[in-house]
């Protein structure tokens, strides 16, 4: 189900915001007993929620709760000494990672197996036929589904672990809380993902107030904006781009392919991180923020405090200072700091180009950090620092979106191929298209910071509240008329990072 769907916005959103409303004003003897009717509500809404894409995936993120629940109850009560608690933690991680592994990267590993198994191929033709993720067929092996959101689930799941292990959070010994906790279904199925030690408190007590309510609904109707009338636009155009004969598009084709996507991928991502924290909001879940304005980085080291803050969040708490952060030395950080971006780039999908994008910013990283990033903060010209990192992150993206790494490639040669091309960039331009861009450009970043001071002082000014409430009023309501008139008449809408 889609939070940008007439199924859930007109029938499921309603009554789960009237179901939890109901409950706020039912007369409970104890308010302990309104959160926990509250919380199985929801539970029952969110499994329903991720159930609507098959009874299949449902029963893998049930399995995923259950051996999570267990395990942090093995880890905390059920063994006694400290090697084996350690043992137990290793087990119940190695178990969440094969299971993500075999519905994730088990195709990809078929098709590296098939790609060695050619009789009678010199290195070049294996390497070319591994690279380009098609196999061979020699195996005539079904292939697996990936279960919709199974990286976030099972990356929030195993948080939960960690946490429990390291400390950091008590032993959840409801299952309903730390079920709800897994399925919540604002951020099920793209994030953000929610560490357990963030909301523990939060299963347990939470106020819903009117202020939070309203700033949720702000929040999803913003959110719903950007996804519909913004990234679906440009989907479309990046989408047509890329179907096209690579090798004959010419630099101004491609060029708009690549601006397309990177502000498709930031509005649809971005979007749904803020219908996910307005709904979270709207239900008194507060959930951290996402995306920080990341277009506007001034270094790629800049981007990542500011590009899908979660998952890098994720991997900086749990990966990269167990490894050691930057604590051992330089070079150990280097080391660190390749192996995490290139798990960044395996989480986000079992393909050659996902690691290379990782590889590729992790390299970036260490290069900034060696020499690059002293001469970024010296430069007096910033605009110079914002070319280079949105420059860098545009060509990240075009391995991100190709099917296959000589996709990439040849695509990253299109954009200064400036001699000949076989497409018309007024083919792929509409009035609606150009005022989409320009309007992504301005608003991917740029007015917000620009903008927010002013915005600051006008809403602490006495009397001007008000004016800016009607103001927002008049906003949201004019965002959400335009998202389902869209909606009504629009063909694509899936959301990006379900994918992952």
């Known amino acids: 189900?889609?939070?940008?769907?007439?199924?859930?916005?007109?029938?499921?959103?309603?009554?789960?915001?009237?179901?939890?409303?109901?409950?706020?004003?039912?007369?409970?003897?104890?308010?302990?007993?309104?959160?926990?009717?509250?919380?199985?509500?929801?539970?029952?809404?969110?499994?329903?929620?991720?159930?609507?894409?098959?009874?299949?995936?449902?029963?893998?993120?049930?399995?995923?709760?259950?051996?999570?629940?267990?395990?942090?109850?093995?880890?905390?009560?059920?063994?006694?000494?400290?090697?084996?608690?350690?043992?137990?933690?290793?087990?119940?991680?190695?178990?969440?990672?094969?299971?993500?592994?075999?519905?994730?990267?088990?195709?990809?590993?078929?098709?590296?197996?098939?790609?060695?198994?050619?009789?009678?191929?010199?290195?070049?033709?294996?390497?070319?036929?591994?690279?380009?993720?098609?196999?061979?067929?020699?195996?005539?092996?079904?292939?697996?589904?990936?279960?919709?959101?199974?990286?976030?689930?099972?990356?929030?799941?195993?948080s939960y672990v960690m946490d429990v292990y390291m400390g950091k959070a008590n032993l959840q010994e409801n299952i309903i809380d730390f079920a709800l906790y897994?399925?919540?279904?604002?951020?099920?199925?793209?994030?953000?993902?929610?560490?357990?030690?963030?909301?523990?408190?939060?299963?347990?007590?939470?106020?819903?107030?009117?202020?939070?309510?309203?700033?949720?609904?702000?929040?999803?109707?913003?959110?719903?904006?950007?996804?519909?009338?913004?990234?679906?636009?440009?989907a479309e155009v990046a989408d047509d781009i890329w179907a096209l004969e690579i090798e004959n598009l010419g630099a101004p084709v491609a060029w708009l392919g690549i601006i397309a996507y990177t502000l498709q991928i930031y509005f649809d991502f971005s979007g749904y991180s803020d219908m996910a924290i307005g709904l979270g909001r709207m239900m008194g879940f507060e959930f951290k923020e996402n995306f920080d304005y990341p277009y506007t980085s001034l270094s790629i080291q800049e981007f990542w405090r500011r590009w899908h803050i979660s998952l890098s969040s994720w991997f900086k708490e749990y990966i990269y200072i167990p490894l050691g952060g930057n604590r051992k030395g330089k070079f150990r950080t280097y080391i660190n700091?390749?192996?995490?971006?290139?798990?960044?780039?395996?989480?986000?999908?079992?393909?050659?180009?996902?690691?290379?994008?990782?590889?590729?910013?992790?390299?970036?990283?260490?290069?900034?950090?060696?020499?690059?990033?002293?001469?970024?903060?010296?430069?007096?010209?910033?605009?110079?620092?914002?070319?280079?990192?949105?420059?860098?992150?545009?060509?990240?993206?075009?391995?991100?979106?190709?099917?296959?790494?000589?996709?990439?490639?040849?695509?990253?040669?299109?954009?200064f191929n400036f001699t000949s091309g076989n497409y018309s960039i007024v083919r792929f331009l509409s009035m609606n298209v150009i005022i989409v861009i320009i309007f992504g450009f301005l608003f991917s970043g740029l007015v917000q910071r620009l903008l927010k001071s002013s915005y600051d002082k006008l809403c602490a000014r006495a009397g001007s509240s008000r004016a800016i409430f009607v103001a927002d009023s008049i906003a949201q309501f004019a965002i959400l008329a335009l998202s389902m008139a869209a909606l009504v008449g629009g063909t694509y809408n899936a959301f990006i990072y379900f994918q992952f």
């Open 337 to 415: 700091l390749f192996v995490v971006f290139m798990l960044t780039g395996i989480w986000h999908g079992a393909n050659f180009t996902f690691i290379f994008w990782g590889l590729f910013h992790g390299i970036l990283q260490i290069i900034e950090r060696l020499f690059l990033g002293k001469w970024l903060k010296k430069n007096p010209v910033k605009i110079l620092n914002w070319i280079y990192t949105i420059f860098a992150v545009m060509i990240g993206w075009i391995y991100f979106r190709s099917d296959n790494i000589f996709q990439a490639n040849e695509y990253v040669r299109q954009l």
């Open 182 to 234: 897994v399925s919540l279904f604002p951020q099920l199925i793209a994030g953000p993902i929610v560490k357990y030690s963030d909301v523990d408190l939060q299963l347990q007590t939470r106020k819903e107030t009117l202020d939070l309510f309203v700033s949720g609904q702000k929040r999803f109707c913003y959110g719903l904006g950007k996804k519909v009338l913004v990234s679906n636009v440009l």
């Open 1 to 158: 189900m889609l939070f940008s769907s007439m199924i859930f916005l007109w029938v499921f959103l309603p009554v789960v915001i009237a179901g939890n409303f109901l409950f706020s004003a039912l007369p409970f003897k104890r308010e302990s007993s309104r959160i926990r009717a509250k919380n199985i509500f929801l539970l029952i809404a969110s499994l329903i929620f991720y159930a609507w894409g098959g009874i299949y995936y449902l029963l893998i993120m049930l399995s995923s709760i259950l051996l999570n629940f267990a395990g942090g109850y093995v880890i905390e009560k059920g063994v006694k000494t400290k090697g084996a608690r350690r043992a137990a933690f290793i087990v119940i991680i190695v178990l969440n990672i094969a299971i993500l592994f075999f519905f994730k990267y088990f195709n990809m590993l078929i098709a590296i197996i098939e790609s060695l198994m050619q009789s009678g191929a010199g290195f070049r033709e294996v390497w070319q036929t591994m690279l380009s993720m098609k196999g061979t067929g020699t195996l005539n092996l079904a292939q697996i589904v990936l279960p919709i959101g199974i990286s976030f689930f099972t990356f929030q799941a195993m």
